[in-house]
């Protein structure tokens, strides 16, 4: 049985995998180059992908341990100790939907790295517990937990009831998703 380039695929899975490095940089330009040198690591090693596997969790799988070598290199260095650069990055928001997806963003980025990773590879991008399991080297169980304990962290920071749920379907929030082409996560 003969199976495509994964190069012809490689384009079609950048979107998830830019919305995914965002949850783990929380910085669009960061979360750029994180893809870019997701790309360029994978294209230069497709002769290791395996045809007939799942390519999109082979592309998360580099992004990730591209975004854990990154931080381990950068808890060398110091930079924006008194946070003053990221103080100017602040916007004022345009309207409720913005608001309450900034509100949530800002309890997103407080996450422990795990959870937050947890929570964006099953949430967000759509990958079964035994997928991101796999991608980050770790029990389904432990997965299974760490999103558990991310979703309820979250409903905590945004100081939710149980009725409220996490569910962001108010039209405004919606509105933002679908101008910002998808999810934010």
Request: net charge negative; proline share 3%; charged share 25%.
């Amino acid at each position: 049985m003969s199976h495509q380039d994964p190069r012809d695929e490689l384009v079609g899975h950048l979107p998830a995998m830019r919305a995914f490095a965002l949850s783990l940089t929380r910085n669009g330009a960061q979360a750029d180059d994180l893809v870019q040198d997701t790309v360029v690591k994978a294209w230069t090693n497709f002769d290791k992908f395996k045809p007939g596997t799942n390519l999109r969790a082979w592309l998360f799988t580099i992004l990730r341990n591209t975004f854990y070598s990154g931080r381990r290199k950068a808890q060398r260095e110091v930079a924006d100790v008194d946070g003053v650069f990221t103080a100017s990055l602040a916007e004022k928001p345009a309207h409720d939907g913005r608001l309450q997806m900034n509100d949530f963003l800002r309890a997103f980025a407080a996450l422990p790295d795990e959870q937050r990773e947890a929570l964006a590879l099953v949430g967000a991008s759509g990958f079964s517990y035994e997928e991101a399991a796999g991608m980050c080297g770790v029990a389904i169980g432990t997965i299974k937990s760490r999103a558990n304990r991310a979703r309820v962290r979250l409903a905590e920071l945004l100081e939710l009831d149980d009725e409220d749920g996490l569910g962001m379907t108010d039209e405004a929030t919606m509105a933002v998703l679908a101008a910002q082409g998808g999810s934010h996560l």
